[in-house]
Nanobody
């Protein structure tokens, strides 16, 4: 079992930046693809970004392309989501999870080992 903990959320103004972290309890997580998803109140969970196990392949939702950057440090079993130019529409609980196939998939059903999430609130 891999435990995943997200951190770095907070309350910021529109146009600001935040960096989220997704830290895993086991080194095996470095063999997983990792995805970030978000869920706003009253809405379904949606894909944000993903990165392959090697870090060479990344995948972004159209709504965050050019503003968000996903990266990973396998030595630290940690994946990051740098979020710039935040908008009020980015307000949500952000969660990360691992894809055991090691891909950068946007398909939520591929993912295991979800964290509890971290709240991001962007005020306009």
């Amino acid at each position: 079992q891999v435990h995943v903990v997200e951190s770095g959320g907070g309350l910021v103004q529109a146009g600001s930046s935040l960096r989220l972290s997704c830290a895993a309890s086991k080194r095996a997580f470095s063999n997983y693809g990792v995805g970030w998803f978000r869920q706003a109140p009253g809405k379904e969970r949606e894909f944000v970004a993903a990165i392959s196990r090697s870090g060479r392949t990344t995948n972004y939702a159209d709504s965050v392309k050019g503003r968000f950057t996903i990266s990973r440090d396998n030595a630290k079993n940690t994946v990051y989501l740098q979020m710039n130019s935040l908008k009020s529409d980015d307000t949500a609980v952000y969660s990360c999870a691992g894809d055991p196939y090691g891909l950068a998939s946007s398909d939520v059903v591929r993912y295991l080992y979800w964290g509890q999430g971290t709240q991001v609130t962007v005020s306009s």
